[in-house]
């Protein structure tokens, strides 16, 4: 059931918002309205926009067209300052506070109350704290430490923070993420208490029961456009799922016909302590085995272990039958492991250095002569593979930091296919490139599958996944709950295992 605001115009509106970055168009004439009293829930896959779409609201992005209104009136919120002083504030998944700092030293940080002299009224600061967290009913002391707080106690210092510059519209971005089940549903009152108060709330969240307990309007992005908005109470979880990922496979990815051959690797109860648990899967020669899930599945925190990155707590690694113990990314390559990462700026390439460089750190034992570092072998070891990923630049000396993103992806796959691996972790192999350099990557990957390459591709983008994997596991909250091949792989399949929605409901 509405508020008793539920009649009233918007607090916020955002009419025809564009926002665009070299090559992507991450927002697209978007719309959103925001009600005094009532929680709108932002809905949509990873990369539909709804990050920019928060960055665009609280003033730290400037939209490149389109129009915000605040009380039917035009604004412009050229910094968060500009937002903060229209009542605009957000709350993160990851707080911005500071562990040495007292509980309302963190809640006026920055705007305190001043007395005499221009010096902080620490009285005044102590007195307004605790009237923010009786608001909102925390209990907690004001002059406590932050260090002494748990995750739950931290989070309602941080909306109090947030409501001290007497906030109307209240952004809450994956604010349960962290939480217990006993904290959530605390949480759920705060809402209703912010509701009560007339506040306008924007909830991003991937979890269907929680949108479906707390929302009363919601709206979709798919792909950086706007799809549709409306009352809660008018749809299904099943209506939505349909809303988020409302459309084909792209016909762009290229056809296949699998040539699947012996088991390559075998991996058996991986686990971590707080990332992953009991992960268990075989994959074959010539095989692409996609991995999907929502933000905080764990699947790039197993492929790290994986290859070495980080240590998992218990698990068994077999490469053609063999166990190997892999402690290290150099004893993963020595197994025949190899790991493109998904932010292949910082993990995966050295931007300074120039191309063949790059792609020969990993392989420098195939160039020497008599000990040392041969400059004409680095240089024909390198122009192999990159002549076979097709990668466009003016010469291999030309840095990778001055390459598009594209060219550096097909920089980081070059650097580990020269060590001839036997599997190749793919980490949102086409994330942040244009449509043609994403079309040469998913050809690349096919050609490396039909010569024999085990494949793994970890992927957010559904109509990726199922456009180039021969199986699909998904993964949710750190472990694997569906594995789905043939006719199972469907759009609506994997959100419904990634967002925990009973089949029933489709």
């Known amino acids: 059931m509405l508020a008793d605001h539920a009649a009233d115009a918007p607090i ?40 920019t779409l928060v960055k665009v609201l609280t003033g730290i992005y400037q939209p490149d067209g389109g129009q915000i209104t605040v009380d039917g009136t035009p604004v412009s919120f050229p910094t968060a300052q500009d937002a903060a002083a229209h009542g605009i504030t957000a709350i993160h998944q990851e707080t911005v506070l500071f562990d040495d700092l007292t509980v309302a030293e963190n809640i006026f940080l920055g705007h305190a109350p001043k007395g005499r002299f221009g010096l902080i009224d620490t009285a005044a600061q102590r007195r307004m704290a605790r009237d923010l967290l009786d608001s909102i009913g925390a209990e907690i002391d004001p002059d406590t430490r932050l260090r002494d707080l748990g995750i739950a106690s931290k989070h309602l210092v941080a909306i109090s923070r ?89 016909q762009i990815f290229p056809k296949r016909t699998p040539n699947i051959g012996a088991e390559v690797l075998e991996v058996v109860g991986y686990s971590h302590p707080t990332e992953f648990a009991d992960i268990g899967f075989t994959l074959r020669a010539g095989e692409i ?9 764990g699947r790039s925190e197993f492929m790290q272990a994986l290859f070495g990155i980080t240590k998992p707590s218990k698990g068994v690694t077999k490469i053609d039958g063999q166990i190997r113990v892999i402690r290290s990314p150099a004893e993963a390559v020595n197994a025949g492991i190899v790991y493109v990462p998904e932010d292949r700026g910082l993990q995966g390439a050295i931007r300074p250095l120039p191309i063949f460089q790059n792609v020969t750190l990993a392989s420098l034992n ?9 400059l004409a072998n680095e240089f024909a070891l390198a122009r192999e593979y990159t002549k076979r990923l ?5 010469s291999l000396d030309t840095p990778v930091g001055n390459l598009s993103g594209g060219n550096q992806q097909k920089v980081v796959i070059a650097k580990w296919l020269a060590t001839q691996p036997k599997v190749i972790i793919l980490d949102e192999p086409t994330k942040g490139i244009d449509i043609g350099s994403k079309a040469a990557v998913h050809d690349f990957m096919a050609e490396l599958a039909s010569q024999g390459l085990a494949v793994i591709m970890v992927s957010s983008e559904i109509p990726e996944v199922l456009g180039m994997s021969d199986r699909v596991i998904v993964m949710r909250d750190g472990r694997m709950v569906a594995e789905v091949s043939g006719p199972e792989m469907t759009p609506e399949t994997l959100v419904r295992h990634a967002a925990g929605i009973a089949e029933a409901t489709l």
């Open 12 to 51: 916020l509106r955002l009419d025809r918002i564009t926002k665009t970055f070299p090559g992507v168009k991450a927002l697209s004439e978007v719309q959103l309205a925001l009600y005094p009293g009532q929680v709108t829930a932002l809905i949509g896959e990873n990369g539909a926009g709804k990050s």
């Open 162 to 250: 947030a409501l001290s510059i007497d906030a109307r519209v209240v952004v809450m971005d994956e604010p349960t993420a962290a939480l217990s089940h006993k904290e959530i549903h605390e949480l759920y009152d705060l809402v209703e208490q912010l509701k009560s108060q007339g506040k306008a709330i924007l909830f991003i969240s991937h979890k269907f029961d929680e949108i479906f307990k707390i929302a009363d309007r919601y709206t979709v992005f798919r792909d950086g456009q706007f799809v549709a908005d409306g009352r809660i109470a008018d749809v299904t979880e099943g209506d939505l799922v349909k809303m988020m990922v409302g459309r084909e496979v792209d």
């Open 289 to 297: 085995l996609g991995f999907y899930g929502l933000v905080g599945a």
């Open 366 to 374: 195939r160039t020497p002569r008599k000990g040392f570092i041969n």
């Open 390 to 394: 097709d990668l466009r630049a003016a």
